[in-house]
């Protein structure tokens, strides 16, 4: 931040006002003049043209492969952990420079930030983008699609879209609505909860038991004012609709509105018990996690079957950490690739995601000591020998499996759960 | 003299002032729906909305108290460090030392904060090492907390350096120390030299860079955006905030309160700066 | 009275050195979990971690460092120049105000606001355009800063060497920049710091593409893993306290 430059200034003109200096004008005239000229022409090389998209045919493969040889791709990707930029940096990047010659950019920038360049780029009317391939999760994908910010559909039409099942819910649907091609699956994750297997031997799986822990253990558990404090609110509006699958089907006002002030009145009737007694919530995710860590709390949870298996190689989280579902179910979801509207390389960007969704590519981002994420791809459909790397892959040592998870998921609710369950947690829990 | 102001005038104009005006006038047109690629037409539904909500007014009052006890706090112990130790500052190394802490960005400061001060903090384990806590809840709540005191701490500990050295050289620009001496010689003891000569003489040199700095505070975004609470939240951190909401149809309602707010701090440019002030030149 | 002296001294010696080494400390531990005063694990891991997944810190370093002093060496020329038409212009008091306008205003706020114009023009995810956004920032703080410079007896002086005669070439570079020398390093300090600290405005107009060394690392600072962020901090932090160390030694001997 620049407060503390910003006026030091002040301080510092304090004792040089007493030097006088005579001075002439004509040759700082000229300096001027050449000063504006330089930095005129500086922002306008910045300004020129740039090339837009031509048509891509996606049934004649063989022409974007050699159309996307020896170009540039943008990336906008979430950068904040290492294991991603590793698979990133040492695996994806000189694996597809290797094999089509394709220079792959990284920008970083996750959902608020995409939306926001998105939107902007439509208002001042940008046919060619900045970025041509986005990573996007369910949130992103519907706010994208309100400003018709993605393009295609296409991923059906890739070629190891023949790995994928497009009809499976989890991966097929997003937000209750089908992806329709619009977007392509890079992995599979399940929301979970954490804890420290020494400090808490049996933590709550339901909200009767969560009830109960909190008024034992207050100032340990809390609700992060983000999508992943979201979903764990709709665990809990699932479980008052008392089935797994209570919210499915499209948005029902009176459904969210009969739960929903059960939900608040529980947790307003709980809030005492939580994290500084429940006058106010972290922010965002990485921050229970944070507290987590540091033993502040003891109870967190996330997507990624809860990130742990990184975590505890990292000497974040203690090795005793362990991961769970909620009785009644939690979110099961994946997140998605998608190519902008107005990308400049339609042909590189496609591509490179069908490289992202080969075999060979998600057996190394599947690696327990590397991105450690669930494969997108069904593995009955693929070849013998993959299908037996994969089948061979090391466990989890720490974190629970997806297989483990599994029967205990639940689809994402339609959009309008998240977004009104953002706007009355603001208006009746925190704002009370 | 003949100098081109026009000239100089004009690059000024196009690179000091054009964006300011550009990016108010935007954020105006988009604030009443008339831009905006999800906008339904113009409307004033999104001022009414705000105004009525009083989050703005809220917000408001909330961040000008904190900045507020961010700059008193600031001057009172930058006043007590750099009048109580003046002789030993002017020593070389304290000096350079002084200036150590401008290199801390508000963003690490705040990083920072919370890994000393927060419950399960380095300042709490001592604590608990010490016997004072059995139980990391007994310490003190200071971050994310209701009162702002993680927020005014960090403000404090970014802006008081520079106040110890601001004051440290207006009193040897003002030559202070002679006037006090003069003081001193026509029979005025040391609490009377403090109040009567030092103090008017340091705070009419620096009163426009401490409304200057309330100013900067006010409008802070890392340091309540890592220390903060959700409710009521600071100026910066609730216009980003609305502005990237999940809801893309309220996001004018971030744009006005960027206007509001940069309505608010153009009138008082306009007031605290545009009273000619006589600029004495030594 | 001298006693008490000396523990306050040290003790705001201790503060002020404190943060450093506890950033450094931070950054090489591990498995520091409460109520662990001291952290289960001090080496490496978390430095070569950080370095070896990330490429181009390198490059990143590189840049920030050329975009800082781009605008610094802009800002602070373009200032220099331009201020003095403002300083001996009738309306001053009116155009300093409005100086004051964009350098009062937060900076993220004024990003989100013009961040259409820099999509519009193509400036986006360019360094240009990220140079122009600090520089926008960096200008009128350089104007203000040389107010002070262009007084009235500046400008006597300036009369009666005119009236004395001598070229103006000769008097610019050999009286004038000579003179000037020490606010023009200081005000170069003041901006290069605007730019290496500037992140809401950078990530903005570079789109994520102009990968500054700040852009880099404060995605560390936000994440779960704080040992990671006090490598981000480190980073940030030191190469201004050095180029601090530089510029207070020069600043000791204007003082003094």
């Known amino acids: 931040m620049k407060i503390n430059c910003r006026i030091h200034l002040t301080l510092l003109t304090q004792h040089s006002t007493k030097k006088t200096f005579p001075i002439t004008d004509s040759s700082m005239k000229r300096f001027a003049f050449l000063s504006l000229i330089f930095t005129l022409v500086l922002f306008y090389t910045a300004c020129t043209e740039q090339k837009s998209s031509s048509e891509i045919d996606l049934s004649d493969w063989n022409s974007i492969d050699s159309l996307s040889r020896n170009t540039t791709v943008h990336f906008m990707m979430w950068q904040g952990s290492p294991a991603v930029n590793k698979y990133i940096n040492s695996f994806l990047i000189p694996e597809v420079k290797k094999r089509f010659g394709i220079d792959l950019k990284i920008s970083g920038g996750q959902g608020p930030e995409i939306v926001q360049l998105l939107m902007g780029e439509k208002q001042a009317g940008v046919n060619s983008g900045q970025v041509d391939i986005v990573w996007i999760n369910g949130e992103t994908f519907f706010q994208l699609r309100q400003i018709d910010g993605l393009w295609g559909p296409f991923a059906e039409q890739l070629p190891n879209a023949q790995y994928i099942d497009f009809e499976d819910p989890y991966i097929g649907i997003d937000f209750q609505q089908p992806i329709n091609g619009m977007e392509a699956p890079w992995g599979n994750t399940q929301f979970a909860l954490v804890y420290d297997s020494i400090k808490l031997p049996r933590p709550p799986r339901t909200l009767d038991e969560l009830s109960r822990f909190v008024k034992s253990q207050p100032g340990t558990f809390t609700i992060s004012n983000d999508f992943s404090g979201m979903s764990m609110l709709k665990s809990m509006l699932a479980e008052l609709g008392s089935s797994p699958g209570s919210l499915n089907g499209p948005f029902d006002e009176q459904k969210y509105q009969t739960l929903a002030t059960q939900l608040w009145d529980w947790i307003n009737a709980h809030k005492p018990y939580f994290w500084k007694n429940g006058e106010t919530f972290p922010r965002e995710h990485t921050k229970m996690d944070q507290m987590f860590a540091s033993g502040e709390l003891l109870i967190s949870y996330g997507f990624n079957e809860g990130g742990i298996e990184d975590k505890v190689l990292q000497g974040l989280f203690p090795t005793s950490t362990r991961g769970y579902a909620w009785k009644n179910g939690t979110v099961h979801n994946s997140n998605y690739l998608g190519i902008t509207y107005n990308s400049p390389n339609r042909a590189g960007a496609l591509q490179v995601i069908n490289f992202m969704l080969s075999p060979e590519a998600q057996l190394v981002k599947m690696d327990v000591k590397g991105m450690n994420s669930n494969t997108v791809l069904e593995i009955n459909r693929l070849p013998e020998e993959w299908r037996q790397k994969f089948e061979q892959a090391t466990k989890r040592q720490y974190g629970p499996t997806m297989q483990s998870l599994e029967p205990y998921s639940i689809q994402e609710p339609a959009p309008e759960y998240m977004l009104r369950l953002f706007e009355d947690f603001r208006k009746y829990v925190i704002e009370k | 003299m003949k100098s081109k102001p026009a000239f100089g005038l004009l690059f000024f104009f196009l690179l000091g002032l054009l964006p300011f005006a550009a990016a108010l006038v935007y954020a105006l047109l988009y604030s009443l729906g008339i831009v905006g690629i999800l906008s339904e037409g113009v409307s004033l539904a999104y001022w009414h909305q705000v105004l009525q909500s009083g989050e703005l007014l809220g917000s408001f009052l909330y961040s000008a108290l904190l900045a507020g006890t961010g700059v008193v706090l600031s001057v009172t112990l930058a006043l007590w460090i750099s009048m109580g130790l003046r002789t030993s500052l002017q020593h070389r190394f304290w000096s350079l030392l002084l200036y150590f802490p401008l290199a801390i960005p508000g963003m690490v400061a705040s990083f920072l904060s919370i890994q000393l001060l927060s419950k399960a903090g380095f300042f709490s384990r001592i604590s608990m090492k010490l016997g004072w806590i059995d139980r990391l809840q007994e310490f003190p709540d200071w971050i994310n907390d209701s009162y702002g005191i993680g927020i005014i701490l960090t403000f404090v500990l970014i802006v008081s350096p520079f106040f110890v050295i601001l004051f440290s050289n207006v009193y040897q620009n003002e030559r202070i120390a002679e006037l006090s001496t003069l003081a001193y010689s026509l029979g005025a003891h040391g609490k009377q030299v403090f109040w009567q000569v030092t103090l008017p003489i340091l705070f009419s040199k620096t009163k426009r860079i401490m409304i200057l700095y309330f100013i900067f505070l006010l409008g802070s975004y890392e340091i309540p955006l890592v220390l903060g609470q959700e409710s009521p939240q600071m100026l910066s951190v609730l216009i980003i905030r609305e502005l990237k909401q999940f809801d893309l149809k309220l996001i004018p309602e971030g744009y006005v309160v960027a206007v509001a707010y940069t309505v608010v701090i153009a009138i008082a440019a306009l007031l605290v700066f545009r009273r000619r002030e006589v600029q004495v030149h030594e | ?256």
Do not use: D
């Open chain 3, 1 to 256: 009275m001298n006693k008490l002296r000396y523990i306050v001294l040290s003790g705001l010696g201790l503060g002020i050195l404190f943060p450093f080494a506890f950033l450094a400390m931070l950054s090489f531990s591990g498995e520091w979990f409460f109520p662990e005063v001291l952290p289960g694990y001090f080496g490496l891991k978390n430095w070569k971690e950080v370095l070896t997944s990330e490429s181009g810190m390198g490059i990143s370093f590189a840049s920030s460092l050329g975009i800082s002093l781009l605008v610094a060496t802009l800002g602070t020329g373009t200032g220099f120049i331009w201020s003095k038409s403002i300083a001996y212009h009738s309306q001053k008091e009116t155009w300093l105000v409005l100086a004051y306008f964009p350098y009062m205003l937060s900076p993220v706020v004024l990003a989100a606001c013009l961040n259409f114009f820099f999509l519009k023009s193509g400036l986006s995810g360019t360094w240009q355009g990220v140079v122009l956004g600090q520089y926008l920032v960096a200008f009128p703080y350089s104007v203000i800063f040389f107010q002070a410079f262009w007084n009235h007896r500046t400008r006597q002086f300036e009369q009666l060497v005119l009236t004395l005669g001598g070229s103006s070439r000769q008097a610019f570079v050999q009286v004038i920049l000579p003179l000037a020398k020490g606010m023009i390093l200081v005000c170069f300090f003041q901006t290069f710091l605007i730019s290496w600290f500037e992140y809401g405005l950078t990530a903005l107009v570079g789109v994520g593409k102009v990968q500054t060394l700040t852009v880099k690392v404060f995605l560390y600072i936000k994440e779960a893993n704080f040992y990671y962020g006090a490598i981000a901090c480190c980073l940030l932090v030191w190469p201004p306290v050095l180029l601090l160390y530089l510029n207070k030694r020069f600043v000791y001997n204007r003082l003094v």
